[in-house]
């Protein structure tokens, strides 16, 4: 069960990186979209594991990893974002979330059966 650090933590991060993601990051992620949906700190508020969601292009993977590669940036811009709010900047993790596509697929099974 998350703390309730934890949970202010995680809305920061969350915050910051999407508008991280919408305002600088056209750089790196190019003409994609690129939506945070969650954010899960550790309980030490060390490590962040960000989930995000790719719109605009069919090479998911291969983006995810240029975001990861690339890590140390946004990592960077969150801290000059956070710097009077938290001590430590917690190192990012990028993830897909897969939900929308999964929930799309149960979507096409139930349209299917109908």
């Known amino acids: 069960m998350e703390s309730t650090r934890q949970k202010k ?13 919408q305002l600088e990051g056209r750089d790196i992620i190019g003409t994609s979209f690129v939506s945070v949906t969650v954010v899960r700190v550790s309980p030490d508020l060390s490590v962040a ?12 993977e ?25 001590r430590k900047v917690p190192e990012l993790k990028f993830f897909l979330d897969d939900s929308v596509d999964y929930s799309e697929q149960i979507e096409d099974l139930l349209n299917d059966n109908n």
Do not use: A, P
């Open 49 to 60: 594991r960000v989930y995000v969601s790719v719109f605009g292009t069919e090479e998911k």
């Open 62 to 86: 291969g983006l995810l990893e240029k975001i990861n590669s690339k890590g140390s940036v946004f990592r960077k811009k969150l801290g000059i974002r956070v710097k009077n709010q938290m």
């Open 9 to 21: 933590v995680s809305r920061q991060v969350l915050k910051d990186l999407s508008e991280i993601f």
